[in-house]
């Protein structure tokens, strides 16, 4: 048998080959489909990024508007799963109130007949719909308050914030909003993916695969970077205290949260659209010093780090957007996870095509031949 070195982590190992996102760290490009994803934030939407990202390719104008039709009329959730999250404590995090909700869907939907397309796109649909319900009716519910119903006439986004909310979002920041999704819609093989995957492979039903992958994002290493940036520029206070708190963190060896990638050595093409809807919100809905502090950041990182490859990430800006929207930081993460189930989704349709359960191997560095010492000789 061929002897493998051990990468923790599986740092570099390919997991799956896939044809869904391609991410080029040197140049920072970042491609879905095939499609840069400049482009797609541009000139597309999240539910139309969505079907690329699970179909293979863009939809035409009838395509687009039977999922559309489908999503907006499946948004509503079950009586008895609102009942459930009405139990949960208020104290809890939104992204264990989504885990337990995204699993409990199982519950109604068990049939698993994987090789029914009808079926995938059924579930594809439902989840889709019915993540952004339960996250907005968590955040309703834990103030005290009913969910607010989905509003038939309005996009995915709008309704999203109309549910939050309780009001109709202005345009501009709904679009903004989903331009938020489509930045976070997929990235190739991350630690949530992998988790959607293995889960995935063992042909289980697809709330199984999402109630898994967002149980791996909720942890602070992956999908919560951006809720400590908030928290670190509401530290700083100041453009003056920046320069400080940056040879501080330096001295200490500390990370400065938002910087830095395994993948990407340039500034991570997100943060670079990021950051330009960050200018467009804060134009229109009026100014706000965090982010002369966070401008001031990313010059002063780039004078004493740009020699190792350390820049603003995807989750430097995001926080920005998500706060001057009104977002409470705890449903930063879960708003990642709206955004990535359809990528987590179109990895499980990937995985399905060309399944073989993930069963890797260890190196077993224990002991041997112990001989068993009866109770009372311990
Ligand atoms: N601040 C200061 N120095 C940094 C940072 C940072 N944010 N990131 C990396 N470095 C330095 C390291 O200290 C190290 O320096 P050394 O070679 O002198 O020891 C060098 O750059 C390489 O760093 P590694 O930790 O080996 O890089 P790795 O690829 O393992 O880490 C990671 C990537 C985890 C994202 C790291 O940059 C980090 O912790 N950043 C802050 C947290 C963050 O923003 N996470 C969100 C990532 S995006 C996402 O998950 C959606």
């Not at 991410?23 to 797609?40: A, H, P, S, T």
């Not at 309780?166 to 990235?187: G, S, T, Y």
């Not at 966070?294 to 990430?313: D, H």
Request: contains cysteine; charged residues 25%; negative net charge.
């Amino acid at each position: 048998m061929m002897v493998c070195e051990y990468k923790p982590g599986l740092e570099g190992i390919p997991a799956a080959q896939s044809s869904i996102s391609y991410v080029d760290g040197q140049k920072g490009i970042l491609e879905y489909r095939g499609i840069r994803i400049e482009e797609l934030a541009e000139k597309s939407t999240f539910l139309e990024t969505a079907y690329l990202l699970i179909w293979g390719e863009l939809p035409s104008k009838e395509e687009l508007e039977a999922f559309e039709h489908e999503v907006r009329y499946h948004r509503r959730i079950k009586y008895r799963i609102r009942d459930m999250m009405k139990c949960f404590p208020e104290s809890g995090h939104p992204m264990d109130a989504l885990q337990a909700s995204a699993a409990a869907l199982g519950l109604f939907y068990s049939l698993r007949d994987l090789h029914n397309p009808a079926y995938i796109r059924d579930s594809v649909v439902r989840l889709i719909a019915t993540i952004p319900t339960m996250v907005a009716a968590f955040q309703l519910m834990r103030k005290g308050n009913d969910p607010v119903r989905p509003r038939d006439d309005l996009d995915y986004s709008a309704n999203f914030l109309y549910m939050l909310n309780e009001q109709e979002p202005d345009p501009l920041a709904a679009r903004i909003f989903d331009i938020c999704l489509i930045l976070h819609v997929e990235h190739t093989m991350n630690a949530s993916t992998f988790s959607a995957r293995v889960t995935a492979s063992t042909l289980t039903d697809p709330y199984a695969v999402v109630a898994s992958a967002v149980g791996t994002l909720g942890g602070p290493l992956h999908g919560g970077a951006n809720e400590e940036v908030i928290q670190m520029l509401e530290d700083i206070g100041s453009v003056d205290n920046v320069r400080p708190y940056i040879q501080d963190c330096l001295e200490r060896k500390a990370k400065i949260m938002g910087f830095g990638h395994r993948v990407y050595k340039v500034k991570d093409p997100r943060a670079t659209i990021l950051q330009k809807l960050v200018e467009q919100l804060f134009e229109k809905f009026g100014h706000d010093k965090f982010y002369d502090i966070a401008q001031e950041m990313e010059r002063v990182v780039e004078e004493k780090l740009a020699s190792k490859g350390i820049y603003p990430n995807v989750d430097f800006y995001s926080g920005l957007v998500y706060r001057k929207m009104g977002i409470p930081t705890d449903l930063f993460t879960p708003i990642f996870a709206i955004a990535r189930v359809a990528g987590w989704l179109a990895h499980w349709k990937e995985q399905l095509a060309e399944n073989r359960i993930f069963r890797p191997t260890q190196i077993y560095n224990g002991r041997h031949e112990i001989p068993y010492a009866p109770i009372e000789q311990r």
